[in-house]
């Protein structure tokens, strides 16, 4: 009995340090978010944003009125709904016309705005045309041995081609509409876990659909979206995995299988993968002595997670080099975007970092002209070079200092309100993308600037009551598993971005898996605070 009760005692310990990490870094990005918003060139759509700074206090004004909007918005949506099972219906309903809204505003985006890939996605798209169709890889030889990264994406798309052929592009787009929906429906169950109540999924529904760069990116030609989806819906089936008896197993294959996809679309959910299987072993050593079974099928679990997180890029370099013929080597190390992202080196030719402090500046491309796919050099180089960045943080030697540079760095990362959504699907003057003048006048208009006002004040809105919501669950010593899965997962993501080449469109996942919080906070301030704050009211109201 003592044995068990010092093991929850151990388990609540853990979970508030892991909550009260997350609360510091929802702190600083809830009082950021209120004085500083980043913009763009309308004119150009430049990648470069540029920050603005304004009055806190007007900040906050504009996000209380949203919160009584969005309160006000739940108790029409929910008006009549009295018993549980008139709820859940109204839940669903609700779920329901927020998932047809976010669809068929995605559709219309996809119609009316005829993106083309860009960049690394043209690069991935272009090669796996070629891999379906045959041509010559030379082109692209070296572009796959410095970025293994990109091989995975480009087998992921040979599929679209497989499957749809000249219609390859438009599925593609089509699909990140469908996960978009996903997402959707993920994030209201996350939601509904945590707080135990439908009503909490009223708040949670709107506000995904308010956050209309998610319907950008589904033009996107890359793996955001899908890849996103599997991660929201792998939380989803490894919390059943824990809590549900009946369909463990199922839901740990689920798990497994989608952080796998995931993970070919884009190695940044590797994160989410961390997170999960922290959350799966704790869970399974808390059962040890009760239940050795589920211990040993989590186990196995965790095993294939492990392996296949070990061994994956090893797999796909052996299909690319079979598909292509490009007799790839281990290419650029991890190590070399770490020292970008620590660093504000200015380009030889004066171009500087495209997006900010510690964003990509082509250092990487010199450094693997100098050195080329020797690996372990390149490493070695960047290493020193982390080192020598760092001494000149700590001893004052360097320009901007420390301080500066990280602060500007998370107010680029963090306090773009459209994650670069806008920069990375739209392109204005591109040749390639001819666009209608009415999308064009819209795209220069009042419309985008009226939608970044917006954004812009939805922005501290989310990391406000999430930040209010941990805190909540801190001080009622409450733990709960899932808030424990996104808590980690958004902590691995803030510090990851801390250190790793900056780019807001990086943070968008951590962001988005704030919402069911916010959802949650909208909640507890209708049902805890408002009624204290109207009986405050009532009473000063009486002594006069």
Not at 236 to 254: H, W
Not at 363 to 392: H, N, W
Not at 523 to 539: A, D, T, V
Request: glycine content about 6%; charged content about 15%.
């Amino acid at each position: 009995m003592q044995k068990k009760q010092k093991g929850q005692e151990l388990n609540n310990a853990i979970s508030r340090i892991i909550a009260l990490i997350c609360l510091v870094f929802l702190i600083v990005l809830s009082a950021l978010s209120l004085i500083v918003f980043g913009t763009i060139d309308f004119n150009t759509y430049a990648e470069k944003h540029l920050l603005i700074f304004r009055s806190p206090v007007k900040t906050i004004l504009y996000v209380l009125a949203l919160i009584m909007l969005l309160i006000l918005l739940k108790k029409v949506l929910f008006v009549g709904a009295i018993t549980d099972t008139g709820k859940r219906r109204r839940r669903l309903i609700i779920e329901g016309v927020c998932s047809l809204i976010s669809f068929f505003i995605s559709i219309w985006w996809i119609e009316n705005n005829p993106y083309l890939p860009k960049y690394d996605a043209k690069n991935a798209w272009n090669t796996a045309k070629l891999i379906v169709y045959g041509g010559d890889f030379s082109n692209v030889e070296n572009y796959y041995k410095m970025l293994p990264q990109q091989r995975g994406v480009a087998l992921f798309f040979s599929a679209f081609y497989r499957l749809f052929g000249d219609q390859a592009l438009l599925a593609f787009k089509v699909t990140n509409a469908i996960c978009l929906v996903l997402i959707l429906l993920g994030v209201c169950k996350i939601a509904a876990d945590i707080s135990g109540k439908d009503d909490s999924v009223a708040y949670v529904a709107p506000l995904m659909v308010l956050f209309l760069p998610l319907n950008l990116y589904t033009v996107y030609i890359y793996g955001t979206l899908i890849s996103f989806a599997a991660v929201i819906w792998a939380f989803v089936f490894a919390y059943r995995a824990i809590f549900n008896e009946k369909n463990q197993i199922l839901n740990l294959i689920l798990t497994v299988l989608l952080l796998m996809l995931a993970n070919i679309v884009n190695k940044g959910t590797l994160i989410a993968t961390v997170a999960v299987i922290i959350v799966l072993f704790y869970s399974a050593l808390l059962r040890l002595r009760e239940n050795k079974v589920y211990f040993m099928i989590v186990t196995g679990a965790i095993a294939v997670l492990i392996l296949y997180s070990a061994t994956s890029q090893k797999i796909i370099d052996n299909a690319f080099q079979k598909s292509t013929g490009i007799d790839v080597g281990c290419g650029l190390p991890s190590v070399a975007w770490v020292e970008m992202g620590v660093t504000s080196v200015e380009d030889e030719d004066g171009g500087g970092a495209l997006c900010g402090p510690g964003s990509y500046n082509f250092s990487i491309d010199r450094l693997y002209e100098a050195y080329g796919d020797d690996s372990r050099t390149v490493s070695s180089q960047c290493m020193s070079g982390i080192k020598t960045v760092f001494f000149e943080y700590f001893s004052g030697t360097r320009e901007p200092s420390m301080i500066d540079f990280f602060s500007e760095k998370t107010e680029y990362q963090w306090c773009d309100p459209t994650f670069s959504s806008f920069t990375m699907t739209l392109f204005l003057f591109d040749e390639e993308t001819e666009i209608t003048d009415s999308l064009r006048q819209m795209l220069n208009g009042r419309y985008m600037q009226n939608l970044l006002k917006f954004l812009s004040y939805y922005m501290p809105l989310i990391y406000i009551l999430a930040m209010l919501v941990v805190l909540y669950f801190i001080i009622r010593r409450k733990n709960h598993v899932a808030l424990g899965l996104i808590e980690l997962y958004f902590i691995g993501g803030f510090v990851f971005q801390f250190f790793w080449e900056s780019k807001s469109r990086y943070c968008l996942p951590y962001f988005v898996v704030l919402i069911p919080l916010c959802g949650i906070g909208l909640s507890l301030i209708e049902k805890r605070i408002l009624p204290k704050l109207g009986k405050i009211l009532h009473i000063v109201h009486i002594h006069r």
